[in-house]
């Protein structure tokens, strides 16, 4: 659990640091829709990501350890969903078995649900990256 807490301040530092998507500015256009007597929706609406925006976040999480980078961020966007975020490797890898590891973290961002993904992604013998595992974190 201290590696998990260690890994997303590094994600907050990494987001701080200008990172593609601002917190303060990414409710500003939902805010300026709402008209009328309509209230504002909650900033805590939560929704899963779909299957679609795992496999957007995941196939950069796969160029991401391809490229070797650690403790950088990565942009993804799902077109389709509109959802979108950041992938950062984690720089601890661990073997399973004959596989090297390396556990990653994404953000996940789709109009004002927000939620943070962990992944595990492993190198199979053959040298190619793939994703074994990438679920949302549970609040709380």
């Given at each position: 659990m201290h590696?998990?807490?260690?890994?997303?301040?590094?994600?907050?530092?990494?987001?701080a640091g200008g990172c593609s998507l601002p917190l303060d500015t990414m409710f500003e256009?939902?805010?300026?829709e709402h008209t009328g007597s309509a209230a504002p929706v909650s900033r805590s609406v939560k929704a899963a990501p779909t299957d679609s925006d795992l496999?957007?976040?995941?196939?950069?999480?796969?160029d991401a350890l391809s490229r070797g980078g650690k403790d950088n961020?990565?942009?993804w966007e799902n077109p389709h969903t509109?959802?979108?975020?950041?992938?950062?490797?984690?720089?601890?890898?661990?073997?399973e078995g004959a596989l090297y590891c390396r556990d990653f973290l994404a953000s996940y961002v789709n109009g004002q649900s927000q939620a943070w993904l962990k992944?595990?992604?492993?190198?199979?013998?053959?040298g190619k990256w793939e994703v074994k595992s990438l679920k949302q974190l549970s609040q709380g």
């Open positions: 590696h998990l807490a260690a890994a997303l301040a590094v994600v907050a530092v990494t987001a256009k939902a805010d300026a496999a957007y976040a995941g196939a950069v999480a796969v961020s990565f942009p509109g959802a979108g975020g950041n992938v950062t490797p984690l720089a601890a890898a661990y073997s992944g595990e992604a492993c190198r199979s013998e053959r």
